[in-house]
């Protein structure tokens, strides 16, 4: 059986979260002079129990990628994936 997966996005991140995993994915912003941002994938670690999705985890792939970076995003996706979880699995 396949999984419904549903994204959960800010800026820079993504979390993808199925039925018994959260994944997260770290993009790489690029601005077109034509009015549409790219967004690169540059990191993309496997799924996690929700449990081990927190904080520390983010912060950990997005200093890979990036050397300053606002917590408040971090903090903004950890904030939807709880919210996801507590609405849906009650």
């Known amino acids: 059986m396949k999984d419904k997966i549903k994204?959960?996005?800010?800026?820079?991140?993504?979390?993808?979260?199925g039925d018994d995993y959260v994944k997260l994915a770290v993009f790489q912003r690029k601005n077109s002079p034509y009015g549409w941002t790219k967004?690169?994938?540059?990191?993309?670690?496997?799924?996690?129990?929700?449990?081990?999705f927190d904080f520390n985890?983010?912060?950990?792939?997005?200093?890979?990628?990036?050397s300053i970076f606002p917590d408040e995003e971090i903090k903004e996706l950890i904030t939807k994936v709880n919210k996801y979880y507590e609405k849906n699995n009650k």
Do not use: C, Q, W
């Not at 985890?57 to 990036?66: C, M, S």
């Open 39 to 52: 967004r690169e994938l540059r990191v993309s670690p496997f799924g996690v129990d929700l449990e081990e």
């Open 7 to 17: 994204y959960i996005t800010t800026k820079h991140l993504d979390a993808m979260i």
């Open 57 to 66: 985890y983010v912060k950990k792939y997005v200093n890979e990628v990036y």
